[in-house]
């Protein structure tokens, strides 16, 4: 069976960067899968007021599937592929099975079956200023939005999801503080995995 590690924090605190910094070395041993792939799409609801951050925009028995085939190793395991321009789900593609699978989400571990799902659940803990201010940055830079754009998406949404996901992180099995730099901290955790691997034999 392989290992799956939870990666959650709220938006902005850095987890795709922690799940970056464990796959480096890891080679074909690890995979990453993401919570932005489960979206089910707003339908014919205007996006600009569709709530993203809530957990019903999530296709949660999807997710479950998708680290229970992880967890076992079983094919074909398809994973949605999300158009985030378009709204919705155009295809799906084929995950191949790895010994480690890192599942990254800032709400999707609000729900307690996909919290038992994975084997370890890491929490990367930001404190929410320092976390809005990079979320701002990375939306205008990456993701073409202007500061009202950002800022009124986190008053009316994001803010109220963070509260939730601030919830869980006495849930996690590991923290991660991320003010400043957790690259020191990822080493470790890195290695941990790597004997975690072994102990396991998986």
């Not at 970056?20 to 600009?48: M, N, R, V, W």
């Not at 028995?61 to 398809?78: D, F, G, T, V």
């Not at 205008?140 to 998406?153: K, L, P, Q, S």
């Amino acid at each position: 069976m392989a290992l799956v590690i939870g990666v959650t924090g709220i938006s902005g605190s850095g987890k795709s960067r922690l799940c970056s910094l464990l796959a480096e070395g890891l080679q074909q041993k690890l995979t990453i899968i993401c919570q932005d792939s489960f979206y089910k799409g707003c339908g014919h609801t205007d996006p600009e007021v569709y709530n993203f951050d809530d957990l019903e925009s999530l296709d949660l028995e999807s997710i479950l599937l998708a680290i229970h085939n992880c967890k076992n190793q079983q094919q074909p395991n398809e994973i949605p592929v999300y158009d985030h321009s378009q709204h919705k789900r155009v295809g799906y593609r084929n995950l191949a099975p790895t010994k480690v699978v890192l599942v990254e989400g800032h709400m999707m571990f609000q729900d307690p079956a996909i919290r038992d799902a994975v084997d370890y659940l890491l929490y990367v803990d930001t404190d929410m200023d320092i976390a809005v201010v990079r979320r701002l940055k990375r939306d205008i830079a990456e993701r073409g939005r202007n500061v009202d754009e950002v800022t009124g998406r986190y008053m009316r949404h994001v803010r109220q999801a963070a509260l939730k996901t601030i919830n869980i992180r006495n849930k996690a099995d590991f923290i991660i503080p991320n003010n400043q730099s957790f690259t020191n901290a990822a080493n470790l955790l890195r290695q941990y995995i790597d004997n975690l691997i072994t102990e396991k034999g998986t």
